[in-house]
């Protein structure tokens, strides 16, 4: 029998479920380094894309077996999960080996590990506008049992232009990372949308936030192993490997890297 869905609760002011706060000391004490790179999203902004894209950038031609043989949520923990195939994912943080360690973040930016501000680490932020970000959503909640009961379209529409799901307010996750820009050098900003229209160009752009230098056959090379395609058939990245998630409801990526349908379809 299935584990009951999660509620959601008020938590500082953002909703949450006990998932993401059980480990809230721990991951709050968390150590960050001076090279360490954050990738923050709201939830089904484009996180596991420029997870993967910097997991290639930093380590495809270094260490190639990685790609085969680590699931991509290990490869980039997730800071503050309590549990991802029975590991918490701030353990799986500490005991990363890499240089840098990449690890991924939902949190808005005032829940974030004070160490990140104080190593000045460098943070990559992911936005997606809020039509196709809601409805995205509204299907991973649907095929994932760690997330509360999305109920019907309509319920979950007004719940999302409430604030009332998963990590609170879209708009107050956006415009609060786009105020903190405004104050943390180390913050590149990025769009989901962009990332589409010319992905290449926008690995050039995360290259020279990055300080790396890469051959363009190397990026283009980059480009195409990340196109949806390829990527929903990787089984180390589309997240096939977690029980939790049933894609006979919906797939974990569903329609490729492009909009969703209008409002008034619904959902599929």
């Given at each position: 029998m299935a584990a009951p869905r999660p509620e959601l609760f008020d938590f500082h002011g953002v909703f949450m479920t006990h998932y993401y706060t059980d480990n809230w000391e721990d991951v709050q004490n968390f150590q960050a380094r001076p090279d360490d790179i954050l990738?923050?999203?709201?939830?089904?902004?484009?996180?596991?894309?420029?997870?993967?894209?910097?997991?290639?950038?930093?380590?495809?031609?270094?260490?190639?077996?990685?790609?085969?043989?680590?699931?991509?949520?290990?490869r980039v923990p997730f800071l503050e999960i309590s549990r991802v195939a029975?590991?918490?994912?701030?353990?799986?943080?500490?005991?990363?080996?890499?240089?840098?360690?990449?690890?991924?973040?939902?949190?808005?930016f005032q829940f974030v590990p004070k160490s990140f501000w104080e190593q000045n680490c460098r943070i990559i932020y992911v936005a997606r506008n809020a039509k196709d970000n809601m409805v995205s959503y509204f299907h991973f909640d649907r095929m994932n049992q760690g997330q509360p009961e999305p109920g019907d379209w309509n319920s979950y529409f007004h719940r999302f232009m409430e604030g009332k799901i998963l990590y609170g307010s879209w708009y107050d996750h956006v415009n609060g990372w786009w105020g903190k820009k405004q104050?943390?050098?180390?913050?590149?900003?990025?769009?989901?949308?962009d990332l589409s229209e010319d992905t290449g160009r926008e690995i050039d752009k995360l290259c020279s936030f990055l300080g790396l230098s890469?051959?363009?056959?190397?990026?283009?090379?980059?480009a195409g192993k990340v196109q949806f395609d390829n990527v929903k058939k990787n089984s180390m990245v589309n997240y096939s490997t977690l029980s939790i998630m049933d894609a006979k409801i919906s797939p974990f990526m569903r329609k490729g890297w492009r909009l969703e349908e209008p409002f008034h379809c619904g959902p599929e």
């Open positions: 990738i923050a999203s709201y939830p089904k902004a484009g996180t596991t894309w420029v997870s993967y894209i910097l997991d290639l950038l930093y380590f495809g031609q270094t260490a190639p077996e990685r790609q085969i043989s680590i699931p991509i949520y290990e029975s590991k918490k994912g701030k353990d799986l943080a500490d005991r990363l080996t890499t240089t840098p360690r990449l690890i991924k973040t939902h949190f808005p104050t943390h050098s180390k913050l590149h900003y990025m769009f989901y949308e890469l051959s363009a056959e190397e990026k283009k090379r980059i």
